[in-house]
């Protein structure tokens, strides 16, 4: 990716997804860059959006001078991409569709609406009322001019999965369609195996579809942080993979360990199957050069995009409870209702957080900048580090200062296998030097957000009807 | 391990699946060492077997010294330890449990039956003849005196399986179950999730049976050298987990990667299934503190053991098609009917190696010296490392020198997507300096002993029957 300028204006036709190489061309025969190498004045593509150039060398048009890339806030994008949201019904997948549609998009979106039924199973619900998806679209066209494409299908459902993206030919798809929740994924055997057949055969399913409907689409996966878990040594948690500088040492000799995956430690099945994921988009994409990035998000908080707020009926869901909702969420929807906030332990776990905004701004630029041919690479999608006290006492403070409410903080005895204290040195520098990443939040501004939103009236209800779905 | 001398007389209640932890103990509260140097002196425990003797202390009672504990060829085993063996049709499963039985283990096997199905769809079989099961079972009674349970159960039907295992309660389990072919997995989406399907979610509900069920029951499950892949780099390919010696080297610091798991390379989604299992038995042990030994087995190439050899009707199934069969077996069975040899490419490529008979000899050991309380850990089971060059041209001169044939060595282009020059360092030590592993085969002997099974006229004639099916 080193070849992209932070706007992608230096990338060229050999990553974007309208070029179909021509010829026989074994692209497994040979390594990446090779190959690469090779094709600059030796191989041919032809542009299928625009047939009349004929045959030409992929390396001769670059996006900015492409007339089918133009310059968007967060990079050149196609003019009317085809972007398949899987997962559009969910809390990334929402915001997503609509911040692309608005950049001139053209959205596609799919989604089997577990996630509701889950978390009505749970006697939870979105603290922010969410409207049926026909609801939500037609409102997304009448108020922002968007006109989104949506379709009901389960990943599992090979046929239908297989006919939408024949005919869509998706020239981008990301992957949000897993079930998310860690202490779900542990409750039962069946939990457990529901969460792996939806996310890890469902993914599976989705690399043969790509293969035989869409190859050149760049594929955009959701990983998570988790993937890797926290290491008592310290060591970096590098971006997936370790990069050329990091060596293995044993027995006196030296070895590079640069281009094979770092060690993964997931913390329960839900963390294993985005593992047993990981390891599916890796084989595609080495075995049929298929091309993807992997995303190790860290936790999401807050509510709104500048989309979402525009109306009502145009939020996405806000869980809370403590199967489906994330902990800064949490913390600020009990402190509006006076409930106390809840640390495991000694609170000194750290993990990596980014808004629900920064989220949505590095797919987008994820997006932009599509892999090559054959290339699995993998991001942290992690602004800050903070540990879970901090978050409980920055929460309380905004809380009390700026909302005259006055939360309790309150400790509990841990209930989850982790070490409380340990170091946690997270790298995430791709996104930031090499997609040209820049947050646009921080924590304060963002709890500020979500208290504002969580004590109207209408939410604070919600938020009280499932007092007994929070932790204590 | 290191505890255990190689005879597994020094192991202690610690270790044992009959133990159990009285009183209210955590287990997953602190570390595992940390955990047993606390239970020295302050814990106690139950045995099952001999209930007479009270509580005691865990660490007081060795296995050499314990009536229940009885020395074998292989090692101290329990008497008329019940075994449970998952995949008992199998190529691996039916010498296993004639072998278990011998020594005095109480077998229970199960299994669907999918091999013998899968074999069929291909159009391919078992070049010696399989008996139906129960016809099996009734000769091993009468030739062997070896009374061997079993029951068809489909490890996704978690009913069946809970009650099974609820029912025999095992003290060890071997998890054969698993669909093993490359080829088979990445001919169509269909194939490949079955394949996950099968081995992903089933050994996911086999762990949550045995958490529920017999939490203190030694889970051996089978994996593959080819979840490694093979680094270019040549680093060593340890034994699943980084040794507490090997660091890893990054902008001037150091940090032990002892411990953690090695980066996997898969090379087609069963070998990536192969990986997300070993992420299921990872977690179950960590979570759960469930004890499991993870085999990367080499592949593996023979026919008789003692046991199958008695009479024909206990033979074990002996597969040569392009997706069953395995590359030496294949070779021999080629070379019988006078079928050219077939090389894909260089012939360089390097690959681990087992006989059947050393296989089953390290996990009955593996099963002696049941891992302790929340302990995952990976054994390379290889005992020779060669190239396909080198096992062609053992076949070929052992068909000639020996049995008067004459066969030829034909190279094709490589259908693979794998590098054909390539360094494979493989470390496979702890079965021999932990478990006592000694190797009782050799190359020539085994492909001599092949070679006399499949010149028996029958076995030619179903050789001949399935000339469509191997490769060419």
Redesign the interface.
């Known amino acids: 990716m080193s070849h992209c300028s932070t706007q992608n204006n230096d990338c060229t036709c050999w990553s974007c997804p309208s070029v179909e190489f021509k010829g026989h061309v074994d692209l497994?025969a040979c390594g990446q860059a090779a190959f690469k190498k090779a094709a600059s004045g030796q191989l041919v593509v032809e542009c299928k959006r625009q047939p009349e150039l004929g045959y030409f060398d992929p390396m001769s048009i670059t996006f900015e001078t492409c007339p089918q890339w133009k310059k968007t806030e967060f990079g050149n994008l196609l003019q009317g991409m085809r972007v398949m949201i899987l997962g559009m019904d969910g809390y990334l997948g929402w915001p997503l569709a609509l911040k692309l549609a608005q950049l001139g998009c053209e959205v596609f979106g799919i989604d089997n609406f577990i996630r509701r039924k889950l978390v009505k199973e749970r006697d939870a619900q979105s603290v922010l009322d969410i409207l049926p998806m026909e609801e939500r679209l037609q409102l997304a066209e009448e108020r922002l001019n968007s006109k989104i494409h949506f379709k009901e299908i389960d990943l599992l459902d090979?046929t239908a999965l297989n006919n939408f993206i024949a005919e869509v030919k998706p020239e981008s798809i990301v992957q949000f369609a897993e079930i998310p929740s860690a202490p779900y994924s542990?409750a039962s055997?069946?939990n457990?195996?529901r969460t792996?057949?939806n996310n890890?055969?469902g993914t599976?399913?989705l690399m043969?579809?790509i293969r035989d409907h869409a190859p050149e689409a760049s594929m955009i996966k959701l990983g998570t942080m988790g993937e890797y878990g926290s290491?008592l040594?310290?060591?970096?948690l590098f971006e997936g993979i370790?990069?050329g500088?990091?060596?293995?040492?044993?027995?006196g000799e030296?070895?590079?360990?640069g281009g094979?995956?770092?060690?993964?430690?997931?913390?329960?099945?839900y963390h294993?199957s985005k593992?047993?994921g990981t390891?599916?988009v890796y084989?595609a994409c080495?075995?049929w050069w298929l091309r993807s990035y992997d995303v190790m998000q860290g936790v999401i908080y807050g509510t709104a995009t500048p989309e979402t707020a525009a109306e009502p009926g145009l939020a996405t869901r806000f869980d809370i409870d403590e199967w489906w909702g994330t902990v800064i969420n949490r913390f600020v929807a009990q402190a509006a209702v006076d409930v106390p906030l809840t640390i495991y332990g000694s609170g000194n776990q750290k993990r990596g957080y980014i808004t629900l905004k920064d989220a949505i701004q590095c797919i987008i630029r994820l997006i932009a900048t599509p892999p090559e041919p054959g290339q699995y690479d993998v991001v942290n999608q992690v602004t800050d580090v903070f540990t879970v006290r901090e978050l409980a006492n920055t929460v309380a403070r905004i809380a009390h200062d700026e909302f005259g409410l006055n939360p309790i903080i309150q400790r509990v005895e841990n209930p989850r296998?982790e070490a409380e204290e340990h170091p946690y040195d997270v790298i995430h520098e791709k996104l930031v030097n090499e997609f040209g990443f820049e947050s646009q939040s921080s924590l304060d501004d963002e709890i500020r957000q979500i208290f504002k939103a969580v004590l109207e009236p209408e939410a604070k209800a919600r938020i009280l009807e499932q007092k007994e779905s929070l932790p204590d």
């Open positions: 497994r090979r542990m055997a069946d457990a195996a792996l057949e890890v055969i599976l399913n043969f579809a290491p040594t310290g060591r970096p370790f990069p500088e990091a060596t293995l040492q044993y027995k030296e070895w590079s360990l094979e995956l770092t060690p993964r430690d997931p913390v329960s099945f294993v593992v047993q390891f599916n084989e080495k075995y296998v």
